[in-house]
C-alpha cells in the first residue's frame, strides 16, 4: 500500500511539472506578450508610446529575457509559493486572487452539491423503475440540461431573475455588502444570487452523474445476492439501501476526479458570462491579455487542484473498492 | 393397482436426431452473428430507434441543404430586418387555401427605434413547391434554382423569423446543421483512430508502454480545458482558409477527447489479453497488430460505437462553446455555435427571442445521439438476458 | 487613431495671452458640505472657507437646462473593465487648463496662463490650493515631477515627455514663487497646452509630499529598502512607479486634484469616489463642488452591461452602450426611472475601409495608389442601404471627414464620391484597362489574378462584419470580390503596419469637430496608426528610423501642408491650410468612410440633473462627459439610489 502511495506521489509530481511546461508554452503561444497588448491598449487610445520606453518596461518586467529562463523564474518561485507578479493589476497574483478563490470555491462547492442532492434519487428512482414512463421523464430532464448550452442558459436566466425577481444580475451579492466582511445578511444574499448560476452549471453535471447512478444501480440488482435478500423475505427498501446502494455510491466517489476539472471549467464560462466576482473572468482577461504570471500561476492553481482530486479520490476509491486493492484497475 | 393411471409412450416413429434439430428460428437465432443480435436487441430499445431515424434523416438532410432551404444563407432582405416567426395557416376565411402565410406590413417605430411588423390578413401567400427561389452552387459544384419550398412570388416566407440582417433563419439553421454535424463526425473519427491506437498498444504491450499512456493521459485529464482551447485555437495559423481552420477546430475536438476512449479500451485490453484465444493466436505467430484488430477489438466494438456515439454530443457542444469565447468559427462560416453566439446579446432573449431557436437543433442532436448511444449500449452488453 | 495629444494645438496666442479667471464675483460666504459637516465640527477638517483656495473657480449655470443644485447622492455607474476606474480621472476631467463645451482652452487649476510668442509659458496656481489629503499643492510639486521624475535618470531613462520636446530641445524650468513656474523653450511648442488640457492628460505635477518616500533621493535608503520589499517590487523605481499613477487611479493613498478620489484598493468589483473636500470648484452661491457625495462604479462583463443598465443599475451610463442596445434600453425606461438620451458621436466616420498604400504586393499597391480605382470603390459602396439596415436612417452617410457641426465643414468633403453610382464606377474601372474578367464575372488584375480584397477587421465588432456584408454585396456588382477576415487585434495591427493586409476597417478621424486652431496632423501621414499608410506614418513618427518615405505627391503634399501649419501665425491661414487638406482628401479618397455621426446612447436617471439633453460624445477633446462638468451634476431628491 505504502508503495502505491509513494509511486502515485510521484507521478502527481512529475505530472504537475509536465504541466507547467505545457501551460507557460500556451501563454506564450499567442504572438507578441503582455506590453505589445498593453502598448495596443495605449495607442488605441491615442498616447503614443515610444519604442524606447516599450524597451525600458520590457527590461522592467523582466519580459526581454530568453523564454527558457522566463520559464524557469516563473517555476522556482511557484514552488517557493511565490505565485509572480500580476502586470495587469500591478499587484502580487495572490493579492488578486485574493477574495475571488473564496467565492470560487463556494460557487463550485455549490455546484458539486447540487449534483448530488439532484442526482441521487433521480438515478435511485430510474433504476428502480426501469423504462417506467418516470424513468423515461427524469432521463429526459435530465439530458436536456446536459444538451442546452451554458452560456445561452446563463443568459436567459439572468434576464429572467432580473425582470420576474428582481435579482441584480452579474453579482454574488447586493452591491452594498461587497466590500465588507461576512455577516449573516451578506451569506443570505449570497445564497440568493447563487441559485442562477448553480443552477446553470450544474444542469449539464447532472445528466452524466444521473447515468452512472443508474447504470451501476441496474447492474447491482441484477447481482444474485439481491434476488437472494429478496426471497429472503428483506423488505425491498431496505434491500436496496442496505448492499446495491452503497457499490452503486462508487461513481459518487471515483467521479471527483472527474467532475472537479469539469466543473471548473464550466464555471469558467458561465462566469464570464454572467460576470461573476469569481476566478472565472479574471482567468479569462489574463489569459486575453497575456498576463503571464497571472494566467500562469492560476492554471497551475487549477491544474493543483484537479491533480490532488483526482489522487484523492483514486485513494478513496482503492479505499472503498477491494476490487482495486486486488485487481489494480477501476471497474468501469 | 388403480387403474387411472394411464402411461403415454408416443406412436410416433423414433427420430434419433430429432432434438438437435432446430426450428427456422431458432437456427436463425443462433447461427446470427454480433451485429445482428446486436440490431435486433436495439430494434426493441423504441427511443433509440427514434431517436436513430431522426438522427438519420438530420444528415441526409445534409447532403440537400440548398435544395430544402428555401433560401440561401447569404441572401438578405433589407425590407425584413428583425422579422418575427410567419406562422403557417391552412385555413383562410374558413377555405383551405392550402399551406400559406400572411404578408407582413412594415412600420419603423421612430420612438423606440424598433422594427414592427404586423400580419396583413388580406394578403395570402400561399407557399409554391419544386419551384425556383435563390440561385445556389450546389456543393459548390454546379448551378441550381430549385427549392422544396418556395415564397409566393414576391412574397416572403420566414418560418423561424430573420435577424438582423434580414437573412431568413430557417435556411440559416439547415446550413449551420451541415457544418456542425460534420464536425461531430470528423472529431470522433479522428478521436476513435487515436484512442484505439494508443489505448490498444498501452493495453495489449503493458509495461512501460502503458505508464507512459497513463500518464499522459492523465496529464491531458488535469489541464484546465479553457487555457488549451485558448492556446491550440490562437496557435492555427491566421493564413488558413475558413475550410482549414474549420478542420483544425474538428482535430483539436477531437485531440481533447481521446483520453477517455483509449482508457476504456486499455482497460477492456488488460483483462482481455489473458484469454486463451489471444494466446492460442500469439502462439500461432499472429503479429500483435492482427491480434488486437482481428481478436480482441471486435470483443467489444460494439461498446466502442456506444462509446463514440455518445461522445459527438460532447464535441458539438464544444464547437458551440468554442464558437461562443470567439476562439472557433466566425462568421461568414455559420454553425450553431456562430449562429448562437449572435445571439448571444440582451436584444435576443428580450426582444427578439426566435434568434435562440438554434438551440433546439442542439438540443435535439445532443439528446438524439445519447439516446442512440444509451441504445446501442444496452443493445451491445453481453451480459443482460435477450 | 493618432495621437491626440500632439493632435490639438492651442487657440490663437491671443486668447491665451489673457487667460482672465472667470469674472465671476467670489462667493461671499460658503455653504458647507452636509456630508462634511460632521468631520468640521469634530475639527478633523477645516471649513469650507479654508478648504478651497483663495480664487476658486466660480461656475455659474445660465439658461434653463442647467440650474444649482445641492449636495448629496451617490451617483451609480456601470463598468466593463476593471482598467476603467481610470475614466473617474477622464469624467473628472479637473486640468491645468481644459476645454470647455465650446471646444476653448481655459484655465482650470491654473488661475492664468501668460503665453508669450507660444513659446514662454506662465503657469499662476491658485493660492491656498490643497491636495485632496490637506496639504498644500505648490510649485513644489512641478518641481518634483520636472527633476526627480522627468529628468531623472533612473525615473525617465528616455527622458521627458515628448510634448515637452522641441525638436528635442527640453524647456528652461524656472520657480518664480511658491505658485508661480515657468517653462521657456526657443522655438514655439503648440502642443504644450492641449497636452495639459488632453483628456489622457500630460501631468507635470505630482504629489512631491507624498511620493518623496518612494524616492531614493528623498528618503532613507533603509526605509526605501524596506519598502520595496514589503511591496514586493523589484527596485525603488518600480516602487515609486507603482505608486504613482495619476491616470490609472488605483492607488488610494495617492493625494488627487480630482473632484472624486478613488477610496477602494483594487482588485475590486466596485469602487467607491468619494469627494474630494480640497476640490477648487464653487457654484456662485457657495457651494463647494461636487455636489455629488460620492460615485460608485461597479465592474461588469462588458457584455453584461446593457443588462444592467436595463436593470435599472446605472444612473449616469454611456460607456459599453451602443447604438442598438437602444430599443432594449428603452423598454426599461418606465419600470427602473431613467431616460435615454441620444448623443452624438463625434468621429470623423464610425466606419472607414482603409485600402493599404503601404502593402508589399506591387500590383495591388499600384492599383490603390492609382486614385481612380479607390474612387470607384467608393462609388460602388451603398452607404444609404448601410445608414438604413443598421442605423435606421439616423447616421449621416459621409466620406471620413469633418462633421457638419465643426466650423470646417463643407459638403463636397463629405458627398464627394460618396454617391452610389455602379456605373459611373464600372466606367472608371473599365477606363483603367481591368476590363478582364473570369467566368464568376471577377475581373482579373493585370498580372491575371482575380481581383479579391481581403477586408481585415479585428474582430471585435459584429456591426464591422455586418457592414461589409453590405459593402460586399455592392461590390460585387463591380466585379469586385470582398473577403471579411476577421483576426485577433494584435496580429490585425501588425499586419497592417507590415504592409501584408490589402485592407482593414476601423473607425475614422479621432476627433471630427475640428476648429482650425487644432492641429491638422490627423489628416497627414504622421503616425503608423493611421492604416492607409502605416509605414509613411511610422517614418514620421521614428523620425526617419523606421518606416518608408513619403512617395505619392498628394501624399507629399499633406506632410508640407502639415507642417506649415505648426508656423502659421494668423487663423486664417490655418483655416485655408486645413480646407487644403480637407480638399485633398476628398479627391483623393484615401479612406472610404462609410457612416458618420451614429447616435451614442445615454441613460440618464431621472432624478439627476445638468445633464445636457443633446451633447457630443467624444474621446478628445470632450473626454465623454468631462467638458460638460459631471461635478455640477445633481439629484434633485435625497439622492439615494432606489428612491423615486
Known amino acids: ?332 | 393397482m388403480s387403474n387411472d393411471l394411464v402411461h403415454y409412450v408416443s406412436q410416433a416413429p423414433f427420430d434419433p436426431t430429432a432434438i438437435e434439430a432446430l426450428t427456422p428460428e431458432q437456427e436463425q437465432f443462433y447461427m446470427a452473428s454480433q451485429w445482428r443480435m446486436m440490431w435486433w436487441r436495439l430494434k426493441r430499445h423504441r427511443v433509440a430507434v427514434i431517436a436513430g431515424i431522426v438522427l438519420i434523416l438530420s444528415y441526409c438532410s445534409i447532403i440537400v441543404t440548398e435544395f430544402l432551404a428555401p433560401y440561401d444563407l447569404h441572401s438578405r432582405h433589407t425590407e425584413h430586418i428583425y422579422a418575427p416567426p410567419q406562422g403557417l395557416h391552412l385555413f383562410h376565411e374558413g377555405r383551405f387555401v392550402g399551406p400559406f402565410v400572411y404578408g407582413l406590413t412594415y412600420r419603423l417605430d421612430m420612438e423606440n427605434l424598433k422594427r414592427v411588423y404586423t400580419p396583413d390578413t388580406r394578403d395570402t401567400q400561399v407557399i409554391r413547391y419544386f419551384c425556383d427561389g435563390d440561385e445556389y452552387e450546389f456543393w459548390g459544384l454546379f448551378k441550381g434554382r430549385t427549392h422544396l419550398v418556395c415564397p409566393a412570388r414576391g412574397g416572403t416566407l420566414f418560418l423561424l423569423g430573420t435577424d438582423r440582417l434580414g437573412r431568413d433563419m430557417a435556411s440559416r439553421l439547415l446550413y449551420a446543421g451541415r457544418i456542425s454535424l460534420t464536425v461531430g463526425l470528423v472529431g470522433i473519427i479522428i478521436s476513435f483512430i487515436l484512442g484505439i491506437t494508443i489505448g490498444g498498444m498501452a493495453g495489449y504491450f503493458g509495461g512501460w508502454v502503458d505508464s507512459v499512456v497513463q500518464r499522459v493521459i492523465e496529464i491531458l485529464r488535469s489541464l484546465p480545458e479553457l487555457p488549451l482551447w485558448m492556446a491550440l485555437s490562437a496557435a492555427l495559423p491566421v493564413t488558413w482558409s475558413p475550410i482549414l481552420v474549420f478542420l483544425g477546430i474538428t482535430v483539436i475536438l477531437g485531440f481533447l477527447d481521446w483520453p477517455g476512449l483509449a482508457r476504456a479500451v486499455r482497460s477492456k485490453l488488460l483483462a482481455l489479453r489473458e484469454e486463451d484465444y489471444c494466446t492460442a493466436a500469439k502462439l500461432m505467430g499472429a503479429r500483435p497488430g492482427r491480434i488486437i484488430g482481428r481478436h480482441l477489438l471486435p470483443n467489444f466494438m460494439s461498446h466502442l460505437i456506444a462509446s463514440a456515439t455518445l461522445s459527438i454530443p460532447s464535441m458539438i457542444l464544444g464547437e458551440t462553446a468554442l464558437s461562443f469565447l470567439g476562439l472557433g468559427l466566425r462568421p461568414p462560416v455559420t454553425s450553431f455555435g456562430v449562429l448562437l453566439t449572435e445571439a448571444q446579446n440582451i436584444e435576443a432573449v428580450a426582444l427578439y427571442p426566435w434568434l435562440l431557436l438554434p438551440m433546439l437543433p442542439v438540443v435535439v442532436l445532443v439528446l438524439g445521439f445519447n439516446f442512440l448511444g444509451d441504445g446501442l449500449r444496452d443493445a451491445a452488453d453481453p451480459y443482460t438476458d435477450l | 487613431m493618432s495621437g491626440n495629444l500632439r493632435c490639438l494645438a492651442p487657440v490663437a496666442i491671443a486668447v491665451l495671452a489673457c487667460f482672465p479667471a472667470r469674472a465671476d464675483p467670489i462667493p461671499a460666504t460658503y455653504i458647507e458640505t452636509p456630508m462634511l459637516a460632521a468631520k468640521v465640527a469634530a475639527g478633523e477638517l477645516p471649513a469650507v472657507g479654508q478648504r478651497v483656495p483663495r480664487v476658486p473657480v466660480v461656475v455659474t449655470f445660465v439658461g434653463k437646462e442647467r440650474t444649482i443644485g445641492r449636495h448629496g447622492g451617490t451617483l451609480r455607474t456601470v463598468s466593463g473593465r476593471r482598467k476603467d476606474i481610470q475614466l473617474m480621472v477622464v469624467y473628472g476631467y479637473a486640468r491645468l487648463v481644459g476645454y470647455d463645451t465650446e471646444f476653448n482652452l481655459q484655465p482650470d487649476i491654473l488661475e492664468r496662463v501668460d503665453v508669450e510668442r507660444d513659446r514662454i509659458f506662465t503657469l499662476h496656481l491658485r493660492k491656498g490650493h490643497r491636495w485632496s489629503d490637506g496639504h498644500p499643492f505648490t510649485t513644489e510639486d512641478f518641481r518634483y515631477f520636472w527633476e526627480d521624475i522627468a529628468t531623472d535618470a533612473d525615473v525617465s531613462p528616455v527622458g521627458p515627455p515628448r510634448t515637452m520636446l522641441v525638436e528635442g530641445e527640453r524647456p528652461r524650468f524656472e520657480i518664480l514663487g511658491e505658485t508661480t513656474v515657468r517653462y521657456s523653450w526657443s522655438k514655439p511648442n503648440p502642443f504644450f497646452l492641449p497636452a495639459l488640457a488632453g483628456t489622457a492628460p500630460l501631468f507635470i505635477y505630482r504629489p512631491a509630499h507624498y511620493l518623496k518616500q518612494f524616492h531614493a533621493s528623498h528618503a532613507h535608503p533603509v526605509d526605501i529598502m524596506r519598502r520595496v520589499k514589503e511591496a514586493g517590487q523589484r527596485n525603488w523605481v518600480s516602487l515609486h512607479f507603482r505608486h504613482d499613477r495619476m491616470y490609472k487611479n488605483d492607488n488610494p493613498d495617492l493625494p488627487s486634484l480630482q473632484p472624486w478620489v478613488n477610496s477602494t484598493p483594487p482588485p475590486a468589483q466596485r469602487y467607491v469616489f468619494v469627494r474630494n473636500p480640497y476640490f477648487h470648484r464653487v457654484d456662485s452661491e457657495g457651494r463647494q463642488l461636487p455636489y455629488i457625495d460620492q460615485v460608485a462604479m461597479s465592474i461588469a462583463s462588458a457584455k453584461l452591461v446593457p443588462v444592467k443598465v436595463g436593470g435599472g443599475e446605472s444612473d449616469l451610463q454611456a460607456r459599453n452602450l451602443q447604438f442598438n442596445n437602444y430599443t432594449f434600453l428603452k423598454q426599461g425606461e418606465k419600470r427602473n426611472g431613467y431616460t435615454v438620451r441620444l448623443w452624438q458621436s463625434a468621429k470623423g466616420s464610425k466606419m472607414a475601409l482603409f485600402p493599404n498604400l503601404n502593402i508589399d504586393d506591387p500590383v495591388w499597391r499600384t492599383l490603390f495608389r492609382t486614385t481612380d480605382f479607390r474612387r470607384a470603390l467608393s462609388l460602388g459602396t451603398d452607404r444609404h442601404e448601410i445608414n438604413q439596415v443598421i442605423y435606421f436612417g439616423l447616421a449621416l452617410e459621409s466620406n471620413n471627414t469633418v462633421l457638419p457641426r465643426s466650423p470646417l465643414y463643407r459638403k463636397i468633403y463629405a458627398r464627394q464620391w460618396a454617391d452610389f453610382d455602379l456605373v459611373q464606377a464600372n466606367r472608371l474601372l473599365d477606363d483603367l484597362g481591368l476590363t478582364k474578367r473570369d467566368e464568376r464575372g471577377i475581373r482579373l488584375l493585370p498580372d491575371g489574378r482575380t481581383m479579391e480584397i481581403i477586408v481585415e477587421t479585428a474582430g471585435e465588432d459584429t456591426e464591422q462584419t455586418d457592414v461589409l456584408q453590405l459593402v460586399h454585396d455592392g461590390w460585387i456588382k463591380l466585379g469586385i470580390k470582398l473577403h471579411a477576415k476577421p483576426r485577433q487585434r494584435e496580429v490585425f495591427r501588425n499586419r497592417v503596419f507590415a504592409g501584408l493586409a490589402q485592407m482593414s476597417v476601423w473607425s475614422g478621424l479621432e476627433n471630427g469637430v475640428p476648429t482650425p486652431d487644432l492641429s491638422p496632423e490627423e489628416l497627414a501621414p504622421t503616425s503608423q496608426q493611421q492604416l492607409q499608410w502605416p509605414k509613411w506614418g511610422q517614418y514620421y513618427q521614428t523620425m526617419s528610423k523606421a518606416g518608408q518615405p513619403v512617395d505619392m505627391k498628394s501624399a507629399q503634399e499633406l506632410a508640407r501642408l502639415n507642417a506649415d501649419w505648426r508656423f502659421a501665425d494668423n487663423r486664417k491661414t490655418k483655416e485655408d491650410i486645413w480646407r487644403k487638406m480637407l480638399k485633398i482628401h476628398a479627391d483623393e479618397v484615401f479612406s472610404i468612410g462609410l457612416i458618420s455621426g451614429v447616435p451614442q446612447p445615454v441613460v440618464v436617471s431621472n432624478r439627476l440633473r445638468n445633464v445636457p439633453e443633446e451633447a457630443i460624445y467624444n474621446w478628445n477633446p470632450g473626454a465623454f462627459f468631462g467638458i460638460y462638468r459631471p461635478d455640477t451634476f445633481w439629484f434633485a431628491d435625497d439622492g439615494k439610489p432606489g428612491s423615486k
Do not use: C
Open chain 1, 1 to 332: 500500500m505504502l508503495n502505491y502511495l509513494a509511486r502515485r506521489f510521484l507521478t502527481v509530481i512529475l505530472t504537475l511539472l509536465v504541466i507547467s511546461a505545457l501551460v507557460f508554452v500556451i501563454i506564450q503561444l499567442p504572438p507578441g506578450d503582455f506590453l505589445s497588448t498593453y502598448m495596443a491598449e495605449l495607442e488605441s487610445q491615442g498616447e503614443i508610446v515610444s519604442p524606447d520606453k516599450i524597451e525600458h518596461m520590457r527590461r522592467q518586467y523582466g519580459l526581454d529575457k530568453p523564454l527558457i529562463e522566463q520559464y524557469f523564474v516563473w517555476v522556482t518561485g511557484l514552488i517557493q509559493g511565490d505565485l509572480g507578479f500580476s502586470f495587469e493589476y500591478n499587484l502580487p497574483v495572490t493579492e488578486v486572487v485574493g477574495d475571488r478563490l473564496l467565492l470560487s470555491m463556494v460557487l463550485n462547492f455549490a455546484t458539486i452539491l447540487f449534483i448530488y442532492v439532484v442526482s441521487f434519487p433521480i438515478g435511485v428512482y430510474s433504476a428502480t423503475h426501469q423504462y417506467s414512463w418516470g424513468d423515461y421523464g427524469l432521463t429526459l430532464l435530465g439530458f436536456l440540461g446536459l444538451a442546452t448550452p451554458n452560456f445561452l442558459l446563463a443568459l436567459i436566466m439572468l434576464y429572467f431573475a432580473n425582470v420576474y425577481f428582481g435579482t441584480s444580475v452579474g453579482t454574488l451579492m447586493d452591491d452594498v455588502y461587497l466590500n465588507q466582511p461576512w455577516s449573516i445578511d451578506k451569506a443570505i444574499s449570497v445564497v440568493e444570487h447563487l441559485w442562477v448560476p448553480v443552477f446553470v452549471i450544474g444542469t449539464s453535471g447532472t445528466a452524466g452523474m444521473i447515468r452512472r447512478l443508474r447504470a451501476n444501480l441496474l447492474d447491482e440488482l441484477q447481482k444474485q445476492y439481491v434476488i437472494t435478500g429478496r426471497a429472503k423475505g428483506l423488505p425491498a427498501g431496505r434491500l436496496l439501501v442496505k448492499y446495491p446502494l452503497r457499490m452503486a455510491l462508487n461513481p459518487f466517489v471515483a467521479d471527483i476526479g472527474n467532475m472537479l476539472p469539469q466543473v471548473v471549467s464550466g464555471s469558467v464560462i458561465v462566469s464570464a458570462v454572467m460576470s461573476l466576482p469569481t476566478t472565472g473572468p479574471m482567468l479569462l482577461e489574463a489569459l486575453k491579455s497575456q498576463d503571464m504570471y497571472l494566467a500562469g500561476s492560476f492554471v497551475m492553481f487549477l491544474a493543483l487542484l484537479t491533480v490532488i482530486g483526482i489522487f484523492i479520490s483514486d485513494l478513496l476509491l482503492t479505499a472503498l473498492d477491494p476490487r482495486i486493492r486486488m485487481h489494480g484497475t477501476a471497474q468501469r
